[in-house]
C-alpha cells in the first residue's frame, strides 16, 4: 500500500470517527434534545447591546423585535453603539431613544470596541449582544435565563436561523445554520461550545469584569471571547428553543468573503488557545481543539489527494469516465462512499431535529452538492491570505 492510499484512509477513518461522534451524542441525549429547561422564576435585569455599522437598511426592524419582547420593561436596557456609520444607522437610531433605550455614536474601531464600549455602559446583571441585522423572538430571552441556574454557566447561545425565502443562495445557507445549530447543541452535552454568536448571545456581567471584554483586534471576536470563557473552565450552553433571525450574505461573493474572515480568524484563535490541549480542560481540550487542526489538515490533505490522483492518472481513465469507474473501484472507494452515506444521514439529522423547518429536496440536493466546492473555494483563499500575511481591513 503507497502513501496516498494510506493517506486516504486516514482522512476517511477521522471522518468517520468524527460523525459517528455527533450521531452517538445525539442518539444519546435525543430525548433531552428539545427538552426545555424549567423556568426557576429568577428574573434578573438584563443589558442588550447592539454595535451598528451602516446598517440603516436593518436596525428599524431589528430594534422593532427588540421592543417587543416578552419581558419586564424595567428589567431591559437597549444600548446603540453606533461606530462611526457613514449612513442614517445613528439618526434612525436616535429616533427610538427612550428611558429604557440609550444610543450612543462613537468614532469606527470595529465591532469589538463598540461591544466593549456598550458593556462597560451596561447595568444588567446579564448581557446580550445583538447584531443590527438579526431579529429576536418574543419568548428569547425567557428561554435563555434558565441555563443561568448552574452557576458555571457564563454564557448561553441562542438558536441562530435564518428566514425561510425562495432565494438559492440564503436557503442553502439557512441548511448550513441548521446543521451548524445541530452540531452547537450536539457540542452543549460535552461542554465543548467554541462560540457565542453576535446575535444575541447572553453573558454574565461578572465574567467580562473576570477575563476581560472582548478582543477589539480579533477577526472573530465572538468566538475568541468563547474560547477564553472555556480557558477560564467556566461553561457555555446552547439553546434550541431561543429562536433568532439572521440576514445572510446575499451574493456568492460576500459569502466568500464572511467564511474567509471567519477561517482566518478561526485558526488563529485556536492556535492562540492551543495549549488547552490538556486534560484539565475536559472534551473541549482533549477532544475540540485537537478537531479543529486535524480536519483543517485532513482537508488540505486531501485537497493534494485529489490533485496528485489527477495529475497522476493516465489519459484515457481521466477521460474514459465510464471505463474508469469499472477499473477503478477500490476498498477507499467503499469507504469514501461509506463516509458520504454516513455525511447525508448526519445531514438528515439535523434537519430532522428542527420541527418546524422545511427544506424543499432542491435545496438539500445543492448543498450536498457544491457545500464541498464553496470549502474549497474559501479554504484556498484563507491560506492564501495568510501566507501573504495580508491585513484584514474592517
Do not use: C
Amino acid at each position: 500500500m503507497d502513501i496516498p492510499d494510506l493517506l486516504n484512509y486516514a482522512i476517511a477513518f477521522f471522518s468517520l470517527f468524527t460523525l459517528n461522534v455527533f450521531i452517538l451524542l445525539y442518539l444519546k441525549h435525543r430525548n433531552d434534545y428539545h427538552k426545555p429547561l424549567k423556568h426557576s422564576g429568577w428574573t434578573p435585569s438584563v443589558s442588550i447591546v447592539m454595535p451598528a455599522y451602516n446598517e440603516e437598511k436593518y436596525i428599524v426592524s431589528s430594534l422593532r423585535t427588540l421592543l417587543d419582547l416578552d419581558y419586564p420593561e424595567d428589567k431591559l436596557e437597549l444600548i446603540v453603539v453606533d461606530d462611526g456609520s457613514t449612513d442614517n444607522t445613528y439618526k434612525v437610531a436616535k429616533a427610538f431613544e427612550g428611558p429604557n433605550l440609550h444610543v450612543f455614536t462613537k468614532k469606527n474601531g470595529g465591532k469589538g470596541a463598540a461591544l466593549n464600549f456598550g458593556i462597560k455602559n451596561a447595568k444588567g446583571e446579564l448581557v446580550a449582544t445583538m447584531d443590527a441585522d438579526s431579529y429576536v423572538t418574543k419568548n428569547t430571552i425567557r428561554e435563555l435565563i434558565p441555563y443561568f441556574d448552574d452557576l458555571d454557566v457564563m454564557a448561553v447561545t441562542p438558536a441562530v436561523k435564518i428566514r425561510e425565502s425562495s432565494h438559492w443562495l440564503k436557503e442553502f445557507q439557512r441548511v448550513e445554520y441548521l446543521m451548524i445549530l445541530f452540531s452547537r447543541k450536539l457540542l452543549s452535552f460535552i461542554d465543548s461550545v467554541p462560540v457565542t454568536p453576535g446575535p444575541f448571545s447572553i453573558f454574565r456581567r461578572a465574567v467580562f469584569d473576570e477575563i476581560g471584554y472582548f478582543d477589539e483586534h480579533n477577526l472573530v471576536e465572538d468566538q475568541e471571547i468563547a474560547l477564553r470563557i472555556q480557558a477560564a473552565n467556566y461553561k457555555i450552553k446552547s439553546s434550541m428553543t431561543a429562536e433568532v433571525f439572521t440576514e445572510p450574505p446575499d451574493s456568492m461573493g460576500d459569502l466568500i468573503t464572511q467564511r474567509v474572515r471567519w477561517q482566518r480568524g478561526g485558526i488563529r484563535n485556536y492556535w492562540k488557545y492551543r495549549g488547552m490541549i490538556r486534560p484539565e480542560y475536559g472534551d473541549f481540550g482533549m477532544y475540540f481543539v485537537p478537531l479543529n487542526f486535524a480536519a483543517l489538515t485532513a482537508f488540505f490533505l486531501l485537497l493534494g489527494l485529489l490533485a496528485y490522483s489527477i495529475l497522476s492518472t493516465p489519459y484515457y481513465v481521466q477521460y474514459i469516465w465510464f471505463e474508469a469507474l469499472g477499473m477503478d473501484v477500490t476498498f477507499v472507494t467503499f469507504v469514501g462512499t461509506f463516509v458520504v452515506l454516513t455525511s447525508t444521514f448526519f445531514l438528515w439529522l439535523a434537519i430532522r431535529s428542527f420541527q418546524g423547518e422545511r427544506v424543499k429536496l432542491r435545496y438539500l440536493l445543492s448543498f450536498l452538492i457544491f457545500y464541498w466546492y464553496i470549502m474549497v473555494g474559501y479554504n484556498v483563499l484563507f491560506l492564501f491570505k495568510e501566507l501573504k500575511r495580508e491585513r484584514y481591513s474592517w
